[in-house]
């Protein structure tokens, strides 16, 4: 059976809680690309997202060619901004992210430097996709089903409620991951994985 990080890490990317609860997150592998703008209106993110799953698709017909198939995994995305306030209110012209592929541990850098040749070869395509490790470790996630605008109140409550309660504050990126595909789904029956790496003060 082809290796699935959906499975592997089920209980990071199918979480059934709507409420906030606390989870252990090891290290992961990615394929990595960064930039800045509105997800929905800015070309360099259509382009990145693209660039990405080219990269994660050549990775994986090789990978099969060397009896070592993997499922491709969802969409990730990491966000920041200047100001917080920026994602309750949803200013997304200010965003900045780092679009995410879960690997498998198997996947090194010279498994990326292949699949880069061969997206210059055949795509004509040389994009800044790299493979970063990311180890979050405690976190505080949800899933939130509905469409991506209307993430603000459950966030809300992760910083004004939840956190507060557990005596902890959040530390690193807020993270994302993409369980359905906006162009085919209800945006009332997407669902999204929110999570914050949190530490105790």
Known sequence: MPYDIKKELKQLYAPKNTGWALVDVPEQRFL????????NTAESYQSAVEALYTFAYTIKMAAKRRGEDFVVG????????????????????????????AQPPWIGEDAVEEAREAVRRKKKLDAPVRLEKLHEGRCAQ????GSYDDEGPLLARL??????????????????IY??????????????????PVESP
Do not use: C
């Open 179 to 196: 369980l359905g595909d906006p162009r085919r789904v209800d945006p009332a029956r997407l669902r999204t994985v929110l999570r914050q």
């Open 142 to 145: 949800a899933l939130h089903v």
């Open 32 to 39: 990595a690309i960064d930039g800045r703008g509105n997800p």
């Open 74 to 101: 969802p969409l990730e995305g990491l966000w920041w901004a200047d100001e917080y306030a920026a994602f309750t209110v949803r200013a997304k012209d200010s965003w900045q992210w780092t679009m995410l592929v």
């Open 159 to 176: 910083h004004d409620e939840f956190l507060a309660t557990q005596g902890l504050r959040p530390t690193g990126l807020h993270h994302e």
